[in-house]
């Protein structure tokens, strides 16, 4: 026991703690000092003076959640209260391949961010933008950017191989990105080139090879089958990541959500001119937009979150316009004027990735998405995705906790222990609920009745 003459920060008296190793819960208390946890464990602490007190009364007290996955700008909403809202303490920003921008000192956040280095940003440090098969002195520019990045901080390398610029990069490329992760032992994480049914399976087995070769550690984001409905599918893929040693992330949806690019041909895509494109090429555009947008279960199911569209779906617009949905696209809503949530997955496939104990949760969301998986993910899993017919409690939690901090190499945080920071974050399960829907996505989860970053209670529930 620590020393009894100390007046200490934070004492949490009589709380259901759940560490984050995914061991069953046990009756506790905690105690915290200068922002780190001194005491966690089932003797008393009465004894014990601090400046805060609290009577967690049988609640559960967990690490603070780690979001692997998110996005937003630091300096435009330091507050993050969708992500606080659900117990979230730590947010990664930097992914699908494109950094995220500086935060702003005057307004630090309320929670920890931590960044990631994007394979975009790195191609234009390098010059290369969209040239798609770089020479040798430029695949040296491409590494010194990455070297440099790393040595200033950086959490990792992102790639978005299914987007612009990542898509150009080809195996020798990815090799100088896995090389130089490998070097400042830091993960690669990657977007898939494609997470389509047909080619999924392929796309996961071009970034395994990275690792193969470089030695890497590889994390796959926002682990997914689009189209897909058979779990045997998703039980191959999760066997290509054990047996690579990777990791993965979930988020607990069935849309997807990223810009409309996504619908339309790689030839009608940047730096193509997309008006020379309606010129000339129309009749075969508005043939494979058809096609792709019916394949991506009809225009029903795609709903933007970008104004002037935010709420309504393809379909809704093609018939308030009289016009049929591919000319909607083409003529009002190009490649880059628009992001929506697509639904286009199987419940019972992301529940077979969610179950698998190398696959973390993580939001892919952001305060101002048009989705609200950056609102509900953490909290969702909780209501929806622990009990008889999903995961235990403690083991949802290390998918929240220690396992998205061994992921990141962090040793200080995702587990109630000794020593380590006093993120935490208190709740009765009953009580949690995902507030948010695709119509209203921005609405706080409920539920969470206090959450602690470094010993600092930064969200406190009303009616707590």
């Known amino acids: 026991m620590p020393p009894s003459d100390v007046l200490y920060d934070l004492r949490i008296d009589d709380a259901w703690i759940v560490d984050g190793t995914g061991a069953e819960g046990y009756a506790g208390h905690v105690l915290v000092a200068d922002g780190m946890i001194v005491y966690a464990g089932s003797g008393a602490l009465t004894a014990y003076a601090a400046r805060d007190t609290v009577d967690a009364a049988g609640r559960v007290l967990a690490p603070g959640f780690i979001d692997l996955h998110a996005h937003g700008s630091e300096a435009a909403t330091p507050e993050w209260p969708n992500f606080l809202a659900q117990g979230v303490t730590t947010i990664v920003l930097g992914l699908d391949g494109s950094s995220a921008g500086p935060g702003d000192p005057a307004r630090p956040s309320r929670l920890s961010v931590l960044r990631f280095v994007g394979h975009g940003d790195l191609r234009e440090a390098a010059g290369l933008n969209h040239e798609p098969e770089p020479d040798a002195g430029a695949l040296a520019r491409l590494e010194a950017a990455a070297d440099s990045a790393l040595g200033a901080g950086a959490m990792g390398i992102s790639l978005g191989l299914e987007y612009r610029p990542g898509a150009f990069a080809g195996a020798r490329e990815l090799a100088v ?7 400042a032992g830091v993960g690669l994480n990657a977007h898939l080139r494609s997470e389509d049914d047909d080619r999924v399976e392929a796309s996961l087995r071009e970034f395994l090879a990275i690792g193969a070769a470089s030695g890497a550690q590889l994390h796959v984001s926002h682990l997914k089958i689009v189209f897909g409905r058979d779990p045997a599918q998703a039980d191959r893929l999760l066997a290509l990541i054990d047996s690579a040693g990777a990791t993965a992330d979930v988020y607990p949806y069935t849309a997807s959500y990223t810009g409309i690019g996504i619908v339309y041909p790689d030839w009608a895509l940047s ?19 058809r096609a792709r947008v019916t394949r991506r279960n009809g225009p029903e199911a795609t709903r ?27 003529d009002h809503i190009p490649p880059g004027s628009a992001s929506a949530a697509y639904t286009v997955m199987d419940e019972c496939v992301m529940r077979r990735f969610l179950a698998h104990p190398r696959v973390a949760v993580a939001s892919d969301g952001s305060p101002t998405m048009g989705h609200p998986r950056g609102y509900g993910s953490f909290a969702r899993v909780i ?57 209203e996505p921005h609405r706080l989860a409920q539920g969470f009745d206090a959450v602690w970053v470094a010993g600092e209670r930064v969200r406190q529930s009303p009616s707590y």
């Open 271 to 289: 730096p193509a001119d997309f008006e020379s494109i309606k010129r000339t090429r129309r009749p075969e555009l508005r043939e494979y937009l």
């Open 177 to 183: 990105l896995g090389q130089a992760a490998a070097r």
């Open 383 to 439: 209501h929806r995705h622990t009990g008889a017919d999903g995961l235990t409690l403690p083991e949802a939690i290390r998918k929240m906790t220690s396992l998205p901090a061994s992921i990141l190499g962090l040793t200080d945080r995702g587990r109630i222990a000794t020593g380590l920071r006093a993120d935490l974050v208190l709740f009765d399960p009953a009580q949690v609920r995902d507030s948010a829907t695709y119509t």
């Open 304 to 330: 933007f979150g970008t104004a002037p569209w935010t709420g309504r779906t393809l379909a809704e617009i093609a018939d308030s316009m009289g016009i049929p949905f591919e000319d909607v696209l083409i």
